[in-house]
């Protein structure tokens, strides 16, 4: 699976993003797709997840109540709406597919994307 991730930008505090993330395969609804976020100096934190068919999100309580994960297996895309943002939430995002059940660590995750940056100035 190839993952392409976009839809990052600069945005002000307050303001609204949506990400996005295209996969190559015929076999996209059988992952389960997550959103990860690495600020500088930091570590790659799980931001939120989403099942393959039978549809599920969880989430970081850092972004509960203002982002929103979703996807369309016709077109083999994840997206990350990302409503009232803050400037902690400035980061390089990455989308990535796991073939286990709502996983949050990194290491359970088999394919990641480039990164989008998403900067929100205060």
């Known amino acids: 699976v190839q993952l392409q991730a976009s839809g990052g930008g600069l945005v002000q505090a307050g303001g609204s993003l949506r990400l996005s993330c295209s996969a190559s395969g015929s076999t996209f609804s059988s992952y389960t797709m997550g959103w990860f976020r690495q600020a500088p100096g930091k570590g790659r934190d799980f931001v939120a997840g989403?099942?393959?068919?039978?549809?599920?999100?969880y989430y970081a309580d850092s972004v509960k109540g203002r982002f929103t994960i979703s996807r369309d297996n016709a077109k083999n895309t994840v997206y990350l709406e990302m409503n009232s943002l803050k400037p902690e939430d400035t980061a390089v995002y990455y989308c990535?597919?796991?073939?286990?059940?709502?996983?949050?660590?990194?290491?359970?995750?088999?394919?990641w994307g480039q990164g989008t940056l998403v900067t929100v100035s205060s």
């Open positions: 989403i099942s393959g068919t039978v549809i599920s999100t």
């Open positions: 990535a597919a796991s073939t286990y059940s709502k996983p949050i660590a990194t290491a359970l995750y088999d394919y």
